[in-house]
């Protein structure tokens, strides 16, 4: 479960795009998968008294508006939803029904638009049906309880004949955006949250604090990091020939950048040797040569770490080489393993990937021709042979 959250953490950004293509899965089927729901609309008239004279006419007007926000009202009522439940012979309670009505005020006019929605066509317009049929009687019977005006208030502008689909009432596109960013922005708080408590090589401050190693190095897209990085190294008179290049994770590609190393330290006239993970034990290339620097490769060594021991066979010398989104902690933990079986960590690498055009600007650096070949362009740099004495070519198993 560790190792899981710990690959989770290390693709960061992509966890994000999976999980916003998560939510807006999730969103698409709420929005568009759901069962549809259908709805009929009705418009009503509230008719206003006759009048006989000018100001029996303003009077009617603000009648025909009182009454207008009583239907309203009446509208949302358990007694009327009743009543339209008897129409209908439904045993659907009435509390039910009036969850499926709404009605508005159309335009500050006395008329009232009724929207009725039903789980098919038939339903929706059967339901806005009853209550145009049932709601002028109803709005009548409270009238005259009420000791108002008698008479027919209400007339049927426009029947319940326009039925439209929709998707529960949300309005889809914005169910599904809100999906999406939901669940990006829970994916984000969580990479952010667990980058904070896990940092990665990326982060170089935390890096060092955790390392007590003699050197901590990045080298970047600049392809002569790498030759700095090796003169660090191997400059130093009488420093060690064979170095272990150790990698935590198989993920972190340690064959890319010792493959770039000894490739450089070739075209500089460097005598080098690299041997790969899958070679014999005594496989060690320019073991008799004191002239010759010898790589091992050790990736993944902590999916597998059972070959550390057989390592310290080969050098008691290792270097770390560690990727951008390798954790701190898998950096650490690998040192220890290390030192546990007499193999000193002399530092650590954080190194990024080579583009196919940093590679070319990398020959033409150190001076490689088309052909693989150290070419004549480049100086050899001295430093890289400090106390080693005359350099001598050795043969490569790189191939």
Not at 107 to 133: F, M, N, T, W
Not at 182 to 196: D, M, P, Q
Not at 321 to 326: F, K, L, M, Q
Request: glycine share 8%; hydrophobic share 40%; aromatic share 6%.
């Amino acid at each position: 479960m560790t190792n899981s959250m710990n690959w989770l953490t290390r693709k960061r950004w992509p966890l994000v795009a999976v999980a916003a293509v998560c939510g807006a899965l999730v969103g698409y089927f709420i929005a568009f998968a759901a069962d549809p729901t259908y709805t009929s609309k009705a418009t009503l008239y509230v008719a206003p008294p006759i009048s006989s004279s000018p100001t029996d006419a303003v009077m009617g007007d603000q009648y025909a508006d009182n009454r207008t926000q009583l239907y309203l009202q009446l509208i949302k009522s358990d007694e009327l939803a009743g009543l339209v439940a008897k129409e209908l012979k439904s045993s659907e309670p009435a509390a039910a029904l009036v969850k499926s009505i709404d009605a508005i005020r159309v335009h500050q006019a006395p008329l009232l638009e009724i929207e009725a929605r039903g789980s098919s066509p038939e339903a929706a317009h059967s339901l806005a049906k009853a209550y145009v049929d049932q709601l002028p009687e109803f709005a009548r019977s409270v009238e005259q309880n009420s000791g108002l005006r008698e008479g027919s208030a209400l007339v049927s502008v426009a029947g319940p004949t326009e039925i439209t689909q929709g998707s529960g009432g949300l309005q889809p596109w914005l169910t599904l955006i809100f999906c999406t960013v939901l669940f990006a922005g829970a994916a984000s708080a969580y990479v952010i949250r667990r980058s904070s408590r896990n940092p990665t090589a990326r982060n170089i401050g935390a890096l060092r604090r955790a390392m007590p190693t003699s050197f901590i190095a990045e080298v970047g897209h600049d392809p002569a990091d790498i030759l700095k990085f090796g003169a660090m190294l191997f400059a130093a008179p009488h420093s060690t020939r064979q170095v272990i290049f150790a990698g935590a994770r198989r993920a972190d590609a340690l064959e890319e950048f010792t493959s770039e190393l000894t490739r450089s330290l070739r075209g500089a006239g460097i005598a080098c040797t690299r041997v790969k993970s899958g070679d014999p034990v005594g496989s060690n290339g320019g073991d008799d040569d004191p002239h010759t620097i010898t790589v091992f490769d050790a990736p993944g060594l902590l999916d597998d770490s059972h070959r550390i021991a057989a390592l310290a066979l080969r050098s008691r010398t290792a270097v770390i080489v560690a990727r951008r989104t390798t954790l701190v902690e898998d950096v650490v933990q690998l040192q220890k393993l290390l030192n546990l079986n007499g193999i000193a960590v002399k530092g650590v690498i954080s190194a990024r990937r080579t583009s196919a055009k940093d590679a070319r600007r990398h020959d033409e650096v150190i001076g490689v021709a088309s052909d693989g070949a150290p070419g004549d362009t480049h100086p050899t740099p001295e430093l890289l042979e400090a106390g080693t004495g005359p350099r001598r070519e050795s043969p490569t198993r790189d191939e």
